[in-house]
């Protein structure tokens, strides 16, 4: 399974990658048909909520992949990095100075 992070109405979306890779399957969209699920919210959202979070995707593209509403184009879309703002850990005890 391919994930991806893309721009549609100034907002950033996660997306299952499918269709021999042209197409972006809008996963928050299809998770809003049945109440929503905060693992969509970002793909980083997606990382904390684990396994179960990808099972969950797999499930919603199963169920909701021939709606033709819920994808949109490679080509057309505004791909973004994978993890637009990865956290970011920082070690002082990497740089001598730090420590003293």
């Known amino acids: ?30 998770a809003a048909r049945n109440g929503g699920n905060p693992a969509f919210a970002s793909m980083l959202a997606l ?7 990808l099972d969950a995707a797999r499930a919603s593209f199963d169920k909701h992949g ?11 879309a505004e791909i973004l990095a994978p993890l637009p703002e990865p956290r970011q850990m920082r070690d002082g005890m990497s740089f001598p100075l730090h420590i003293r």
């Open 47 to 53: 990382i904390d909520a684990g396994e179960a979070a």
């Open 1 to 30: 399974m391919k994930l991806a992070t893309f721009r549609t109405g100034g907002q950033d979306r996660i997306a299952l990658v499918h269709g021999g890779d042209t197409k972006l399957f809008d996963l928050a969209a299809a």
């Open 66 to 76: 021939d709606d033709a509403s819920l994808s949109v184009a490679v080509a057309g």
